[in-house]
Protein backbone atom coordinates (compact mmCIF):
# COMPACT_ATOMS: atom_id res chain seq x y z
CA UNK A 1 0.00 0.00 0.00
CA UNK A 2 2.67 2.48 1.13
CA UNK A 3 4.50 1.75 -2.19
CA UNK A 4 1.31 3.19 -4.60
CA UNK A 5 1.01 6.19 -2.12
CA UNK A 6 4.38 7.23 -2.75
CA UNK A 7 4.24 6.30 -6.48
CA UNK A 8 0.65 8.13 -6.90
CA UNK A 9 2.51 11.12 -4.86
CA UNK A 10 5.63 11.18 -7.06
CA UNK A 11 3.54 11.27 -10.37
CA UNK A 12 2.02 13.96 -8.79
CA UNK A 13 5.04 16.08 -7.84
CA UNK A 14 5.79 15.21 -11.81
CA UNK A 15 2.69 16.70 -13.20
CA UNK A 16 3.07 19.76 -11.03
CA UNK A 17 6.43 20.56 -12.16
CA UNK A 18 5.10 19.99 -15.64
CA UNK A 19 2.16 22.57 -14.84
CA UNK A 20 4.06 25.02 -13.02
CA UNK A 21 6.58 25.22 -16.39
CA UNK A 22 3.99 26.14 -18.56
CA UNK A 23 1.16 27.70 -16.14
CA UNK A 24 -1.23 28.93 -18.65
CA UNK A 25 -1.31 25.58 -20.59
CA UNK A 26 -4.93 24.63 -19.32
CA UNK A 27 -7.60 24.21 -21.67
CA UNK A 28 -11.11 23.87 -22.31
CA UNK A 29 -10.79 20.56 -24.31
CA UNK A 30 -7.87 18.38 -25.34
CA UNK A 31 -4.76 17.15 -22.60
CA UNK A 32 -5.51 19.48 -20.00
CA UNK A 33 -9.23 20.01 -20.52
CA UNK A 34 -12.09 20.55 -17.76
CA UNK A 35 -12.08 16.89 -16.85
CA UNK A 36 -8.38 17.01 -16.44
CA UNK A 37 -8.45 20.34 -14.25
CA UNK A 38 -8.45 19.05 -11.27
CA UNK A 39 -5.37 16.92 -11.26
CA UNK A 40 -3.75 19.99 -11.44
CA UNK A 41 -5.38 21.93 -9.64
CA UNK A 42 -7.40 20.44 -6.84
CA UNK A 43 -9.57 23.28 -5.93
CA UNK A 44 -11.50 22.50 -8.93
CA UNK A 45 -12.75 19.44 -7.78
CA UNK A 46 -14.31 20.92 -4.79
CA UNK A 47 -18.07 21.33 -3.19
CA UNK A 48 -18.88 24.67 -4.10
CA UNK A 49 -18.16 25.13 -8.01
CA UNK A 50 -19.20 27.54 -10.62
CA UNK A 51 -20.73 27.77 -12.78
CA UNK A 52 -24.13 26.08 -11.68
CA UNK A 53 -27.81 25.66 -13.60
CA UNK A 54 -30.63 28.20 -12.01
CA UNK A 55 -33.34 26.00 -11.48
CA UNK A 56 -35.84 28.61 -10.98
CA UNK A 57 -38.20 26.14 -9.29
CA UNK A 58 -35.46 25.70 -6.61
CA UNK A 59 -34.43 29.23 -5.79
CA UNK A 60 -34.99 30.71 -2.80
CA UNK A 61 -36.49 34.01 -2.85
CA UNK A 62 -35.30 36.55 -0.69
CA UNK A 63 -36.68 40.31 -0.02
CA UNK A 64 -33.71 41.63 1.51
CA UNK A 65 -31.52 41.52 -1.57
CA UNK A 66 -31.26 45.23 -2.95
CA UNK A 67 -31.29 46.09 -6.65
CA UNK A 68 -26.87 46.07 -7.78
CA UNK A 69 -25.56 48.93 -7.04
CA UNK A 70 -22.47 49.67 -10.19
CA UNK A 71 -20.26 52.82 -8.89
CA UNK A 72 -18.30 54.57 -11.43
CA UNK A 73 -19.35 52.56 -14.26
CA UNK A 74 -20.30 55.49 -16.69
CA UNK A 75 -17.97 57.49 -14.84
CA UNK A 76 -14.85 55.79 -17.08
CA UNK A 77 -12.17 58.68 -16.63
CA UNK A 78 -10.16 59.80 -20.08
CA UNK A 79 -7.73 57.34 -19.56
CA UNK A 80 -7.99 54.34 -21.86
CA UNK A 81 -8.67 50.45 -21.61
CA UNK A 82 -6.39 47.75 -21.84
CA UNK A 83 -7.95 45.08 -23.82
CA UNK A 84 -5.94 41.42 -24.07
CA UNK A 85 -6.05 38.35 -25.60
CA UNK A 86 -4.79 36.16 -22.64
CA UNK A 87 -5.26 32.81 -24.84
CA UNK A 88 -8.60 31.82 -22.82
CA UNK A 89 -10.60 34.68 -23.38
CA UNK A 90 -10.63 38.45 -24.33
CA UNK A 91 -10.04 40.67 -20.94
CA UNK A 92 -10.33 43.98 -20.42
CA UNK A 93 -8.68 45.97 -17.12
CA UNK A 94 -10.50 47.85 -15.23
CA UNK A 95 -10.16 51.12 -12.97
CA UNK A 96 -10.23 50.62 -9.19
CA UNK A 97 -12.15 53.56 -8.70
CA UNK A 98 -15.20 51.45 -10.34
CA UNK A 99 -17.30 49.06 -7.70
CA UNK A 100 -20.34 47.36 -7.27
CA UNK A 101 -22.80 48.31 -4.10
CA UNK A 102 -25.74 46.71 -2.69
CA UNK A 103 -23.51 43.96 -1.51
CA UNK A 104 -22.02 42.32 2.34
CA UNK A 105 -19.11 44.38 1.90
CA UNK A 106 -17.66 47.03 -0.87
CA UNK A 107 -15.93 45.28 -3.57
CA UNK A 108 -13.59 47.36 -6.38
CA UNK A 109 -13.68 46.29 -9.82
CA UNK A 110 -10.60 44.55 -11.65
CA UNK A 111 -11.34 43.24 -14.47
CA UNK A 112 -14.35 41.94 -17.26
CA UNK A 113 -14.21 38.83 -19.61
CA UNK A 114 -16.26 36.86 -22.11
CA UNK A 115 -16.96 33.48 -22.19
CA UNK A 116 -19.07 32.02 -25.77
CA UNK A 117 -19.56 29.28 -28.18
CA UNK A 118 -18.73 28.15 -31.77
CA UNK A 119 -22.27 29.35 -33.14
CA UNK A 120 -22.96 25.73 -34.17
CA UNK A 121 -26.62 24.72 -34.10
CA UNK A 122 -28.31 25.54 -30.55
CA UNK A 123 -27.37 28.78 -28.69
CA UNK A 124 -24.22 27.50 -26.81
CA UNK A 125 -21.49 29.92 -24.88
CA UNK A 126 -22.99 31.36 -21.47
CA UNK A 127 -21.47 28.94 -18.03
CA UNK A 128 -24.24 29.96 -15.80
CA UNK A 129 -27.77 28.25 -17.40
CA UNK A 130 -31.36 28.74 -16.07
CA UNK A 131 -33.74 25.89 -16.27
CA UNK A 132 -31.00 24.32 -18.06
CA UNK A 133 -30.91 26.55 -20.82
CA UNK A 134 -27.70 28.15 -22.00
CA UNK A 135 -27.31 31.36 -23.59
CA UNK A 136 -24.86 32.52 -26.88
CA UNK A 137 -22.35 34.32 -24.51
CA UNK A 138 -22.14 35.79 -21.20
CA UNK A 139 -19.82 38.86 -19.72
CA UNK A 140 -18.84 38.77 -16.42
CA UNK A 141 -17.15 41.41 -14.31
CA UNK A 142 -14.62 40.83 -11.42
CA UNK A 143 -14.45 42.92 -7.93
CA UNK A 144 -12.68 42.00 -5.16
CA UNK A 145 -13.57 42.81 -1.46
CA UNK A 146 -10.98 45.68 -0.44
CA UNK A 147 -13.38 45.96 3.15
CA UNK A 148 -11.45 42.65 4.35
CA UNK A 149 -8.52 42.03 2.17
CA UNK A 150 -5.20 43.97 1.06
CA UNK A 151 -5.17 43.28 -2.71
CA UNK A 152 -6.81 40.66 -5.54
CA UNK A 153 -4.30 38.05 -5.02
CA UNK A 154 -4.87 37.82 -1.32
CA UNK A 155 -8.95 38.06 -2.03
CA UNK A 156 -9.28 35.31 -4.41
CA UNK A 157 -7.68 32.86 -2.36
CA UNK A 158 -10.82 33.37 0.73
CA UNK A 159 -13.95 33.10 1.25
CA UNK A 160 -15.81 36.57 -0.19
CA UNK A 161 -13.03 37.58 -1.80
CA UNK A 162 -14.61 38.36 -4.94
CA UNK A 163 -18.05 39.62 -6.66
CA UNK A 164 -18.29 38.57 -10.11
CA UNK A 165 -21.37 40.45 -12.25
CA UNK A 166 -22.61 37.45 -14.69
CA UNK A 167 -24.30 38.65 -17.85
CA UNK A 168 -26.32 36.29 -19.71
CA UNK A 169 -26.22 37.55 -23.49
CA UNK A 170 -28.11 36.33 -26.75
CA UNK A 171 -28.87 37.74 -29.96
CA UNK A 172 -31.45 39.85 -31.40
CA UNK A 173 -31.50 41.93 -34.74
CA UNK A 174 -29.48 45.29 -33.47
CA UNK A 175 -26.38 46.29 -33.00
CA UNK A 176 -25.40 46.62 -29.04
CA UNK A 177 -22.97 49.65 -29.16
CA UNK A 178 -21.57 49.27 -25.69
CA UNK A 179 -20.53 46.10 -26.23
CA UNK A 180 -19.32 47.17 -30.32
CA UNK A 181 -17.02 49.16 -28.07
CA UNK A 182 -15.13 46.09 -27.20
CA UNK A 183 -15.67 44.05 -30.01
CA UNK A 184 -14.78 46.58 -32.91
CA UNK A 185 -10.93 46.14 -31.02
CA UNK A 186 -11.00 42.21 -31.20
CA UNK A 187 -8.81 42.05 -34.98
CA UNK A 188 -6.40 44.16 -33.09
CA UNK A 189 -5.36 41.19 -30.02
CA UNK A 190 -5.82 38.05 -32.16
CA UNK A 191 -3.10 36.28 -30.91
CA UNK A 192 -2.82 35.13 -27.29
CA UNK A 193 -0.47 37.02 -25.79
CA UNK A 194 -1.54 40.54 -27.30
CA UNK A 195 -2.94 44.00 -26.00
CA UNK A 196 -4.06 46.85 -27.07
CA UNK A 197 -5.23 50.42 -25.53
CA UNK A 198 -9.03 50.75 -26.43
CA UNK A 199 -11.06 54.48 -25.80
CA UNK A 200 -12.79 54.31 -22.26
CA UNK A 201 -16.52 54.00 -22.54
CA UNK A 202 -20.02 53.81 -20.14
CA UNK A 203 -19.46 50.23 -19.14
CA UNK A 204 -22.95 50.83 -17.04
CA UNK A 205 -24.33 50.44 -20.92
CA UNK A 206 -22.73 47.08 -20.86
CA UNK A 207 -25.76 45.55 -18.18
CA UNK A 208 -29.00 44.81 -17.93
CA UNK A 209 -31.43 47.55 -17.52
CA UNK A 210 -33.20 46.00 -14.72
CA UNK A 211 -30.66 45.58 -11.51
CA UNK A 212 -33.14 44.58 -9.33
CA UNK A 213 -34.13 40.98 -10.46
CA UNK A 214 -30.80 38.78 -9.94
CA UNK A 215 -29.61 35.46 -8.50
CA UNK A 216 -26.90 35.15 -6.16
CA UNK A 217 -24.96 32.60 -4.81
CA UNK A 218 -21.23 31.36 -3.46
CA UNK A 219 -19.35 29.57 -5.75
CA UNK A 220 -15.78 29.75 -7.91
CA UNK A 221 -13.55 31.04 -10.78
CA UNK A 222 -14.84 29.19 -13.61
CA UNK A 223 -11.21 28.75 -15.12
CA UNK A 224 -8.57 27.28 -13.00
CA UNK A 225 -7.21 27.64 -10.07
CA UNK A 226 -11.05 27.68 -9.35
CA UNK A 227 -11.08 28.90 -5.74
CA UNK A 228 -13.94 28.86 -4.24
CA UNK A 229 -14.08 33.04 -3.18
CA UNK A 230 -16.63 33.75 -5.72
CA UNK A 231 -20.09 35.58 -4.70
CA UNK A 232 -21.72 35.22 -7.64
CA UNK A 233 -24.84 37.87 -8.90
CA UNK A 234 -26.39 36.39 -12.40
CA UNK A 235 -28.91 39.13 -13.34
CA UNK A 236 -32.29 37.55 -14.58
CA UNK A 237 -32.61 40.23 -17.80
CA UNK A 238 -30.62 39.15 -20.87
CA UNK A 239 -28.71 41.57 -23.08
CA UNK A 240 -28.45 41.43 -26.80
CA UNK A 241 -26.17 41.77 -29.47
CA UNK A 242 -26.52 41.26 -33.14
CA UNK A 243 -26.04 38.17 -34.95
CA UNK A 244 -22.49 39.64 -36.81
CA UNK A 245 -21.21 40.60 -33.45
CA UNK A 246 -21.15 37.29 -31.76
CA UNK A 247 -19.96 35.77 -35.08
CA UNK A 248 -17.30 38.16 -34.66
CA UNK A 249 -16.27 37.51 -31.01
CA UNK A 250 -16.87 33.49 -31.79
CA UNK A 251 -14.21 34.08 -34.98
CA UNK A 252 -11.74 36.33 -34.41
CA UNK A 253 -9.44 35.13 -31.70
CA UNK A 254 -6.81 32.31 -31.83
CA UNK A 255 -5.51 30.81 -27.99
CA UNK A 256 -2.48 30.08 -30.18
CA UNK A 257 0.48 32.98 -29.79
CA UNK A 258 1.27 34.48 -33.58
CA UNK A 259 4.83 32.76 -33.35
CA UNK A 260 3.05 29.30 -33.06
CA UNK A 261 2.51 27.42 -37.11
CA UNK A 262 -1.11 26.55 -36.61
CA UNK A 263 -3.11 28.81 -35.11
CA UNK A 264 -6.00 27.55 -32.50
CA UNK A 265 -9.17 29.34 -32.73
CA UNK A 266 -10.64 30.81 -29.58
CA UNK A 267 -13.78 28.88 -29.10
CA UNK A 268 -16.15 27.26 -26.77
CA UNK A 269 -14.17 28.82 -23.69
CA UNK A 270 -17.02 27.80 -21.56
CA UNK A 271 -16.97 25.60 -18.79
CA UNK A 272 -19.72 23.04 -18.10
CA UNK A 273 -22.29 23.48 -15.38
CA UNK A 274 -21.11 21.95 -11.78
CA UNK A 275 -23.22 20.10 -8.91
CA UNK A 276 -25.08 22.71 -6.57
CA UNK A 277 -24.24 19.94 -3.46
CA UNK A 278 -26.38 21.67 -1.19
CA UNK A 279 -26.13 25.42 -1.84
CA UNK A 280 -29.02 27.67 -1.95
CA UNK A 281 -29.13 29.95 -5.02
CA UNK A 282 -30.98 32.92 -3.94
CA UNK A 283 -32.98 35.41 -5.60
CA UNK A 284 -34.26 38.80 -5.44
CA UNK A 285 -37.65 38.40 -6.97
CA UNK A 286 -39.78 35.76 -7.69
CA UNK A 287 -39.69 33.98 -10.43
CA UNK A 288 -42.04 32.98 -13.58
CA UNK A 289 -42.06 29.42 -13.99
CA UNK A 290 -43.27 28.11 -16.64
CA UNK A 291 -43.52 25.14 -14.78
CA UNK A 292 -45.19 25.81 -11.79
CA UNK A 293 -45.76 22.58 -10.66
CA UNK A 294 -43.33 19.47 -10.89
CA UNK A 295 -44.28 16.10 -12.46
CA UNK A 296 -44.47 14.59 -9.12
CA UNK A 297 -47.09 17.32 -8.04
CA UNK A 298 -48.85 16.92 -10.66
CA UNK A 299 -49.21 13.06 -10.76
CA UNK A 300 -49.94 13.57 -6.69
CA UNK A 301 -52.61 16.28 -7.98
CA UNK A 302 -53.97 13.77 -10.50
CA UNK A 303 -54.06 10.82 -8.25
CA UNK A 304 -55.28 12.95 -5.30
CA UNK A 305 -58.58 14.42 -7.45
CA UNK A 306 -59.24 10.88 -8.94
CA UNK A 307 -59.56 9.68 -5.20
CA UNK A 308 -61.43 12.29 -4.64
CA UNK A 309 -64.06 11.13 -7.00
CA UNK A 310 -64.14 7.76 -6.40
CA UNK A 311 -65.12 8.54 -2.48
CA UNK A 312 -67.47 11.07 -3.38
CA UNK A 313 -69.63 8.40 -6.08
CA UNK A 314 -69.01 5.86 -3.15
CA UNK A 315 -71.11 8.26 -0.52
CA UNK A 316 -73.52 9.44 -3.32
CA UNK A 317 -74.15 5.67 -4.02
CA UNK A 318 -74.47 4.48 -0.43
CA UNK A 319 -76.77 7.58 0.29
CA UNK A 320 -78.89 6.50 -2.92
CA UNK A 321 -78.80 2.89 -1.78
CA UNK A 322 -80.07 3.56 1.39
CA UNK A 323 -83.00 6.01 0.42
CA UNK A 324 -84.18 3.13 -2.05
CA UNK A 325 -84.20 0.15 0.40
CA UNK A 326 -85.84 2.54 3.38
CA UNK A 327 -88.42 3.49 0.61
CA UNK A 328 -88.82 -0.18 -0.43
CA UNK A 329 -89.16 -1.37 2.96
CA UNK A 330 -91.91 1.38 3.81
CA UNK A 331 -93.56 0.73 0.56
CA UNK A 332 -93.38 -3.51 1.23
CA UNK A 333 -95.14 -2.69 4.76
CA UNK A 334 -97.62 -0.33 4.02
CA UNK A 335 -99.50 -2.29 0.98
CA UNK A 336 -97.79 -6.03 0.93
CA UNK A 337 -98.87 -7.45 4.29
CA UNK A 338 -98.26 -11.02 2.36
CA UNK A 339 -95.45 -13.11 4.03
CA UNK A 340 -92.38 -12.63 1.92
CA UNK A 341 -90.86 -15.73 -0.19
CA UNK A 342 -88.43 -18.25 2.19
CA UNK A 343 -85.27 -17.86 -0.07
CA UNK A 344 -85.33 -14.21 0.55
CA UNK A 345 -85.73 -14.21 4.18
CA UNK A 346 -82.80 -16.36 4.49
CA UNK A 347 -80.90 -14.11 2.22
CA UNK A 348 -81.30 -11.51 4.61
CA UNK A 349 -80.34 -13.54 7.65
CA UNK A 350 -77.53 -14.40 5.97
CA UNK A 351 -76.55 -11.20 5.19
CA UNK A 352 -76.88 -10.30 8.73
CA UNK A 353 -74.78 -12.51 10.13
CA UNK A 354 -72.02 -12.00 7.72
CA UNK A 355 -72.45 -8.53 9.01
CA UNK A 356 -72.04 -9.59 11.97
CA UNK A 357 -68.87 -11.97 11.55
CA UNK A 358 -67.41 -9.42 9.96
CA UNK A 359 -67.69 -6.73 12.77
CA UNK A 360 -66.84 -9.46 15.36
CA UNK A 361 -63.35 -9.80 13.24
CA UNK A 362 -62.74 -6.05 13.08
CA UNK A 363 -63.08 -6.09 16.91
CA UNK A 364 -60.93 -8.88 17.98
CA UNK A 365 -58.08 -7.99 15.49
CA UNK A 366 -58.55 -4.28 16.93
CA UNK A 367 -57.72 -5.85 20.02
CA UNK A 368 -54.97 -7.81 18.87
CA UNK A 369 -53.30 -4.42 17.89
CA UNK A 370 -54.06 -2.96 20.87
CA UNK A 371 -51.05 -4.10 23.20
CA UNK A 372 -48.49 -2.89 20.20
CA UNK A 373 -49.36 0.93 20.16
C1 LIG B 1 -1.04 40.98 -1.07
O1 LIG B 1 -1.18 41.14 0.32
C2 LIG B 1 -0.50 40.17 1.10
C3 LIG B 1 -0.89 40.35 2.56
O2 LIG B 1 -0.86 41.69 2.93
C4 LIG B 1 0.98 40.29 0.83
O3 LIG B 1 1.70 39.32 1.58
C5 LIG B 1 1.27 40.11 -0.64
O4 LIG B 1 2.62 40.33 -0.93
C6 LIG B 1 0.43 41.06 -1.48
N1 LIG B 1 0.55 40.71 -2.88
C7 LIG B 1 0.68 41.61 -3.84
C8 LIG B 1 0.79 41.07 -5.22
O5 LIG B 1 0.74 42.82 -3.62
C1 LIG C 1 -37.35 45.72 -12.68
O1 LIG C 1 -38.37 44.76 -12.60
C2 LIG C 1 -39.24 44.97 -11.50
C3 LIG C 1 -40.23 43.83 -11.47
O2 LIG C 1 -40.77 43.58 -12.74
C4 LIG C 1 -39.94 46.31 -11.66
O3 LIG C 1 -40.75 46.54 -10.55
C5 LIG C 1 -38.88 47.42 -11.76
O4 LIG C 1 -39.50 48.65 -12.01
C6 LIG C 1 -37.91 47.10 -12.89
N1 LIG C 1 -36.85 48.07 -12.86
C7 LIG C 1 -36.33 48.61 -13.96
C8 LIG C 1 -35.24 49.60 -13.77
O5 LIG C 1 -36.73 48.31 -15.09
C1 LIG D 1 -22.26 32.81 1.23
O1 LIG D 1 -21.47 32.33 2.30
C2 LIG D 1 -21.47 33.17 3.47
C3 LIG D 1 -20.56 32.54 4.49
O2 LIG D 1 -19.24 32.66 4.11
C4 LIG D 1 -22.87 33.29 4.02
O3 LIG D 1 -22.88 34.17 5.10
C5 LIG D 1 -23.79 33.83 2.93
O4 LIG D 1 -25.12 33.84 3.40
C6 LIG D 1 -23.70 32.98 1.67
N1 LIG D 1 -24.46 33.63 0.61
C7 LIG D 1 -25.31 33.00 -0.15
C8 LIG D 1 -25.98 33.81 -1.21
O5 LIG D 1 -25.55 31.81 -0.04
Not at 198 to 210: G, K, R
Not at 354 to 368: F, G, H, I, P, R
Amino acid sequence: MDHIWTTLAFSFVLKCVECSGSATKWTYTGAVGQPEWIEFFPECGGFNQSPVNVDTSQTLHDPTLIPVQPMGYNQPGRRPFILSNNGHTVQMTLPHWMGVGGLPSHYSAVQLHLHWGNGVGIATGSEHTINGQSTSAELHIVHYNTEVYANLSEAMMQKNGLAVLGILIETGEEVNQAYGSIFNYLGRIRYAGQKVAIPSFDLQSLLPENLSQYFRYNGSLTTPPCHESVLWTIFNERVKISHSQLLKLETVLYSSKAEEEEPTILQDNYRATQPLNHRTVLSSFIPVSVQIYTAGEIAAIVIGSLFGCIGLAVIIWFIVKTIRLTSSWDVLQSIQPAPQPRMQDANEHKQDTDLKMTSNQEKTKDTEHQPET
